[in-house]
């Protein structure tokens, strides 16, 4: 399985861009980036996924390097409660997702 | 109501009993998975299920049991509880076939075993 590596933390001001970096040097051509994130204790929360090309939804985008060896999540207005734990995942599509640590993100106003 | 309901929320129980967490879900999904969660840590896979009659080992099943009762069931037990079992329990679901962008969580199991 492709491991990723992430900062332990980071910090943001309210109303900027969050960008969250994520390095999976050792991918495979098949293995697809997620991103979820967790809020305090709560469950992880599905944010987006992607294989080659950049994605974006209501939540984030996703922005995959050309050689697909790195990822940044970028949160582009990020909000007191987008402060969570930020995980980035490489997986076979149809198989098991194995979680990180992950990034803490805090977000100050 | 939620979609995937987890039963006990919170637990307090003595080494060597035997602990049941309970996962239902009304998606539809047929995946389940369990996960544990310890402080500071990511989550780690105990067990997962791709059909009622699909039961696989995850990252770190020793001391850990499941049963698909049935496709919206899928409970995990410990048989004999020790205290490194303490941690908060995910129950979670995915898509059908093929499709596994999205797991949904259920809202933890917090387990303490003194």
């Known amino acids: 399985d492709a491991k990723t590596t992430q900062p332990p933390s980071m910090d943001c001001a309210e109303g900027r861009a969050a960008n969250l970096p994520c390095n999976h040097s050792?991918?495979?051509?098949?293995?697809?980036v997620y991103w979820y994130r967790q809020i305090h204790s709560q469950g992880p929360q599905y944010i987006i996924h992607?294989?080659?090309n950049n994605e974006t939804n209501e939540m984030a985008s996703l922005i995959i390097t050309e050689d697909r060896k790195s990822s940044t999540l970028i949160l582009p207005h990020a909000t007191l409660r987008d402060t969570a734990v930020y995980y980035c995942i490489v997986r076979v599509r149809t198989d098991k997702l194995i979680f990180g640590t992950g990034t803490r993100l805090q977000v100050f106003p | 109501d939620a979609d995937v309901t987890q039963t006990p929320r919170n637990r307090i129980t003595k080494t060597g009993k035997r602990i049941m967490l309970e996962c239902s879900q009304t998606k539809g999904h047929d995946r389940m998975y369990w996960y544990r969660q310890d402080p500071g840590l990511g989550l780690r896979l105990i067990y997962y299920s791709f059909d009622v009659k699909d039961i696989n080992k995850g990252e770190i099943s020793d001391g850990y049991s499941v049963s698909r009762q049935a496709q919206a069931k899928f409970s995990l037990s410990l048989e004999s509880a020790i205290p490194n079992q303490t941690a908060l329990y995910f129950c979670?679901?995915?898509?059908?076939?093929?499709?596994?962008?999205?797991?949904?969580f259920g809202e933890g199991s917090r387990l303490t075993v003194l």
């Open positions: 992607g294989l080659k």
């Open positions: 050792t991918i495979s051509g098949n293995e697809y």
């Open positions: 979670a679901t995915s898509g059908n076939r093929g499709e596994i962008g999205e797991l949904f």
